[in-house]
């Protein structure tokens, strides 16, 4: 008997592991990134060790730009396996955002070792590629390869013990040495750095993953400081400081404003999710409205994703607005987000602002525009959960505009969609709608049968409060029957 409690206790725990997860990945698609994260934190209660499930939270981390978190749970998806590339790609986007371009590389090679028919690996070596080589001077390129020793496996080799080497001052450095060194500055270590490099035979012939030799990209980084040496030679020794800082200012130029995009903006919608997820709508629009003013004043050159950007944080303060009461006001920002979709042609963006915007109707009651809305955003729905709570909520909507034909259809559409996924909780809410709307239209037996099967359903989920609310309309509808 006890297994017997056990087993069931065991088959209960699973399915409502089950459906938190489905939930989840139903909010997920909505853009309800928030209440994604509450049910799969649910789901993690129930199979601590799930990694599934920490990888689709880490999704929603980062969509809310919580790139420590998306880290975090990345990581934990690959303590039992470290060869799950779903893990590996999410742990590589944390990283990228997160301005750890080089280490973010490496694991976008690990994945695409182990999946190279997939896009997003391939994609995510070009862009933390093109990030690298935005970087100022060489100084990124030697930091890469300083660290490779211990990321990049595929370079085999030991750095060169350079404290030991500056710790030698008994050598006297020849004249044009020291003009050398006075002419680059702080590149000067990084110069001689190279050319010890050069000296490894067994490194320069080494190649990337990517297929390049590393001796071609030493000695391109040394050619380059060999052109700025002769540059600022050229120019009156008094100046060569200048021109140096000059130089490296403009150099920077590329890497700041990747650092605005993924630095300070990144950092400002973290803080923004930390506001909105804690209910602090206030807090959410102050802060979004203050990042919006900074994105704003940015060309399309410090942000090439302006405009997308812009679109999610009109979507944050629409949000916060909602919270807040002013629905006028959410509808607008919401409004300018879909318009910004368009223009960017952006799908889950048109999706999400089309949902935020069916919303507020339904708030204010206009049931009617809540309908237009929902049914442009049906052929963008990419989830059959989503699909089965969107075609729910637009059946709704007709019910409270008492058209019951059009409820029904509706009805019957989410029950088929909720069956497809074997989905309780919409199964049972999808026969309550049609079940209500058969009551409206007269059709008891259909009724009764669809309140039979959301009762059904409720049991199994153990919702107390929903098995009264269906037994009273079940009576009634019964009653009906017999007259």
């Known amino acids: 008997m006890a297994n017997i409690d056990a087993d069931l206790e065991d088959q209960q725990s699973k399915g409502v592991f089950a459906t938190l997860m489905a939930d989840g990945k139903w909010m997920y698609q909505a853009g309800e990134y928030k209440k994604a994260i509450d049910s799969f934190t649910e789901a993690l209660a129930l199979k601590p060790s799930d990694k599934q499930c920490f990888v689709a939270r880490s999704r929603c981390y980062l969509k809310m730009g919580g790139f420590d978190k998306a880290l975090r749970d990345a990581e934990a998806s690959l303590k039992t396996d470290n060869s799950f590339f779903e893990g590996l790609y999410l742990k590589a986007e944390a990283l990228y955002y997160m301005g750890e371009f080089e280490f973010a590389l490496v694991f976008y090679h690990r994945g695409h070792k182990l999946r190279p028919q997939m896009q997003e690996f391939r994609l995510g070596i070009q862009k933390a590629q093109e990030a690298i080589e935005n970087s100022v001077g060489s100084k990124c390129l030697v930091k890469w390869l300083q660290s490779s020793h211990i990321s990049l496996s595929y370079l085999k080799y030991e750095p060169l013990n350079l404290t030991k080497e500056k710790k030698q001052k008994t050598e006297k450095t020849p004249k044009s040495e020291k003009t050398t060194k006075q002419l680059l500055g702080d590149f000067y270590s990084d110069k001689k750095y190279l050319e010890n490099l050069m000296k490894d035979e067994d490194l320069i012939e080494g190649t990337t993953k990517s297929g390049e030799k590393v001796k071609d990209i030493i000695q391109r980084c040394l050619s380059y400081l060999d052109t ?256």
Not at 252 to 280: H, Q, V, W, Y
Not at 345 to 354: E, F, M, N, T, V
Not at 434 to 462: D, M, P
Request: with cysteine.
């Open 228 to 483: 700025c040496t002769e540059f600022w030679h050229q120019e009156k020794p008094t100046s060569a400081q200048e021109m140096r800082q000059k130089f490296m200012q403009q150099k920077c130029t590329k890497r700041r404003n990747s650092a605005l995009s993924s630095g300070f903006l990144l950092k400002s919608l973290d803080e923004i999710d930390r506001e909105f997820m804690s209910g602090n709508a206030e807090g959410t629009l102050k802060k979004a409205e203050e990042v919006m003013k900074m994105v704003r004043r940015w060309s399309e050159k410090e942000v090439p994703n302006k405009k997308e950007v812009l679109g999610t944080l009109h979507s944050c303060i629409g949000n916060a607005l909602v919270d807040l009461g002013n629905m006028d006001k959410a509808l607008e920002h919401h409004q300018k987000d879909l318009e910004l979709a368009k223009q960017c042609k952006l799908p889950g963006a048109l999706s999400r602002a089309l949902d935020n915007i069916g919303r507020v109707y339904v708030r204010n009651e206009e049931f009617a525009e809540a309908i237009q809305v929902w049914e442009k955003k049906l052929p963008l729905v990419c989830s059959d959960l989503e699909k089965t709570w969107l075609l729910h909520e637009i059946g709704l909507c007709y019910l409270k505009l008492d058209h019951h034909e059009e409820a029904r259809d509706y009805g019957v559409r989410s029950v088929a969609a909720a069956d497809g996924i074997v989905d309780k909780k919409w199964q049972l809410n999808a026969n309550v709608l049609v079940a209500q709307s058969e009551l409206k239209l007269g059709n008891y037996e259909s009724c009764v049968t669809h309140f039979e099967r959301a009762l059904s359903y409720a049991k199994l989920l153990e919702d107390d409060s929903a098995m009264d609310a269906i037994e009273k309309a079940l009576h009634e509808a019964k009653q009906h029957l017999t007259q």
